[in-house]
Nanobody, 114 residues
Framework: QVQLVESGGGLVQAGGSLRLSCAAS?????MGWYRQAPGKQRELVAT???????HYVDSVKGRFTISRDNAENTVYLQMNSLKPEDTAVYYC???????????WGQGTQVTVSS
């Protein structure tokens, strides 16, 4: 079992920045972030493997940056140039790579005001 502890959400004006953090209880292959806005399905935002491969949803490319500290089992999401449509609950996500298991954080609210 892997526990994920998130931090860093909040309220920010459009154009502002926030940084999300997620610490895992142990080393894990892939970590990243999903988000879910009211009335919408949960969508992938960004992921990063332990060997540095990244993936972003098109809507955040150039604005969000995912990074990892493998020694601390922590993943970060730097969110710049935030837009009101980025408003959502952001969930930390982790996945193993041999026997596939997925884990989720409790979610952190990000609200971007116009």
């Amino acid at each position: 079992q892997v526990q994920l502890v998130e931090s860093g959400g909040g309220l920010v004006q459009a154009g502002g920045s926030l940084r999300l953090s997620c610490a895992a209880s142990r080393s894990i292959f892939s970590m990243g972030w999903y988000r879910q806005a009211p009335g919408k399905q949960r969508e992938l935002v960004a992921t990063m493997t332990s060997d540095g491969r990244t993936h972003y949803v098109d809507s955040v490319k150039g604005r969000f940056t995912i990074s990892r500290d493998n020694a601390e089992n922590t993943v970060y999401l730097q969110m710049n140039s935030l837009k009101p449509e980025d408003t959502a609950v952001y969930y930390c996500y982790a996945r193993t790579n041999v026997v596939i298991r997925e884990y989720w954080g409790q979610g952190t609210q990000v609200t971007v005001s116009s």
